[in-house]
C-alpha cells in the first residue's frame, strides 16, 4: 500500500467513524427531547428511550477512540433495531402505548428515522468496504514482512 493509498484509507476511516458518531448523537439528541412527555405517558417507555440514548453515546464514544467490527456491528444494529421498534409502535403498538398506531408525521419520529437510517448505512459501508480493506492490507503487510 502506498503513503497515498494509506492516507486515503485513513481519511475515509476517520470520516466514517465521525459521521456515524455524530449520527448516533443525533439518535440520542432526538430521544432526549422526547424523553420527558414519553415518562409521564409511558413510563417503560421512557426508559427504552434512556437506554437508547446511553448506548448511542457510549457507542459514539467507541468509534472515536478507533475502528471496531464490534462496535460497528453494534451500531448498525442498535440504529436498526431502533428503527424496528419505532415501525412496530406505529403499526402493531406497543403495550399501553396504542396512541401512537398511525402517527407517522411526527415531526421527531421522522427525524429519528432519518438519523436512524443514516447510522445503518454508515455502519453498513464501514462494516463491508473499510474494515475489510483494513483487514486485508494488515494480511498483507504481515506476509510480506515474516517474523
Do not use: K, Q
Amino acid at each position: 500500500m502506498t503513503t497515498t493509498e494509506s492516507l486515503e484509507a485513513a481519511s475515509r476511516d476517520v470520516l466514517t467513524r465521525g459521521l456515524a458518531a455524530i449520527g448516533l448523537l443525533g439518535i440520542a439528541l432526538v430521544h432526549i427531547l422526547d424523553a420527558i412527555p414519553t415518562f409521564s405517558e409511558v413510563a417503560y417507555e421512557g426508559w427504552l428511550y434512556i437506554a437508547l440514548i446511553v448506548c448511542s453515546v457510549t457507542l459514539a464514544g467507541c468509534l472515536v477512540r478507533g475502528p471496531s467490527r464490534a462496535v460497528w456491528s453494534a451500531a448498525g444494529g442498535l440504529a436498526a433495531g431502533a428503527i424496528v421498534v419505532y415501525v412496530y409502535s406505529r403499526t402493531v403498538g406497543l403495550p399501553r402505548a396504542g396512541d401512537d398506531i398511525g402517527n407517522w408525521s411526527d415531526p421527531l419520529g421522522v427525524a429519528a428515522l432519518f438519523v436512524e437510517g443514516a447510522v445503518v448505512a454508515v455502519s453498513g459501508y464501514a462494516l463491508a468496504a473499510v474494515m475489510p480493506v483494513r483487514r486485508v492490507s494488515e494480511r498483507a503487510r504481515l506476509s510480506a514482512h515474516p517474523a
